[in-house]
């Protein structure tokens, strides 16, 4: 239901997800990288980091590789593939709503060049622009009529962060008392 909920928010990446756990194999094996196709980047294969990237020329975002500890436990896996998965769809969303602005403030910026009767180029061949107060209107008619959609994505993002979040807390509460066991053990030992 959750994930229906998402999906009509623009946000594909939990059907990809949900089916690759249907499958029971593990997306990137313990000890790995997660491929990095397309990236540009990909760490040294003996770091044991987290490694963010340049940012992506369509969403703009800094994409991130994941370390896969080889003794990551169930619930360590759950939070990174929480994470990547929030940073699929926050890509997916932002790549989506540049593209949509772009093409948008372009044919905006044609058609009152048009009314105008001039061309999208000036006699020295410069691109032809439009004042502040024109483009305003464009910025105040983009963010109105996409209000449904930002709204859905904050929605989806508090919602995916704070999962992550939870699952963070847990995962520093095991460690926490995996730590104070071992501490136990080498002190009375």
């Not at 196709?37 to 980091?49: E, K, Q, T």
């Not at 439009?130 to 989806?156: C, G, I, P, V, W």
Request: net charge positive; hydrophobic share 35%.
């Amino acid at each position: 239901m959750a994930a229906t909920r998402v999906l009509r928010g623009g946000c594909y990446c939990h059907r990809r997800l949900l089916s690759s756990a249907s499958s029971g194999r593990p997306t990137v094996e313990r000890g790995e990288r997660q491929e990095s196709p397309g990236l540009g980047f990909s760490p040294p294969a003996h770091s044991r980091n987290d490694w963010i990237g340049p940012p992506d020329k369509h969403s703009n975002l800094r994409p991130v590789i994941f370390y896969v500890p080889p003794e990551e436990s169930a619930l360590e896996r759950r939070l990174r593939e929480a994470r990547q998965e929030a940073q699929a769809c926050d890509q997916h969303f932002w790549a989506r709503h540049n593209r949509a602005f772009s093409q948008e403030k372009e044919e905006f910026i044609f058609s009152r060049l048009k009314a105008k009767g001039l061309e999208m180029r000036d006699e020295t061949g410069q691109k032809a622009t439009l004042n502040a107060e024109e483009m305003a209107d464009f910025y105040k008619d983009f963010l109105s009529k996409n209000f449904r959609k930002h709204m859905q994505y904050n929605r989806d993002w508090y919602k995916r962060n704070f999962t992550i979040t939870f699952l963070m807390g847990q995962v520093a509460l095991v460690r926490a008392l995996r730590w104070l066991r071992w501490k136990k053990r080498s002190v009375g030992g």
